[in-house]
């Protein structure tokens, strides 16, 4: 069974920072193209970030250059590393797990509130 567990959100500043984490099981690992997406209250889920097996990492045009992706291999984790966070940035993400089949898996999102 393929499990996807995220942790990592909460409440921060604008202009601060968290990462979030996605530590998964059950599946080829490292054969798996990883994802972040986040859907804000009454918006579409748009993909933040992705990271191949290959380790090639795109990230959408607005968090460019304040959001890192990351894999750790080793650990069957993915980060989310967010810096300069701004109040739009405020949404539920979720980890999304491509395994080698094509099949796609999703964790439970967790809650990022940008506020002052």
């Known amino acids: 069974q393929v499990q996807l567990v995220e942790s990592g959100g909460g409440l921060v500043q604008p202009g601060g920072s968290l990462t979030l984490s996605c530590t998964t099981s059950?599946?080829?690992?490292?054969?798996?193209?990883l994802g972040w997406y986040r859907q804000a209250p009454g918006k579409q889920r748009e993909l933040v970030a992705f990271v191949n097996s290959a380790t090639t990492a795109t990230t959408t045009h607005s968090v460019r250059g304040r959001f890192t992706i990351s894999r750790d291999n080793t650990k069957n984790t993915v980060y989310l590393i967010m810096n300069s966070l701004k109040p739009e940035d405020t949404a539920v993400y979720y980890c999304q797990l491509i395994g080698p089949d094509r099949a796609q898996y999703w964790g439970q999102g967790t809650q990022v509130t940008v506020s002052s």
């Open positions: 059950g599946i080829n690992f490292d054969a798996s193209g």
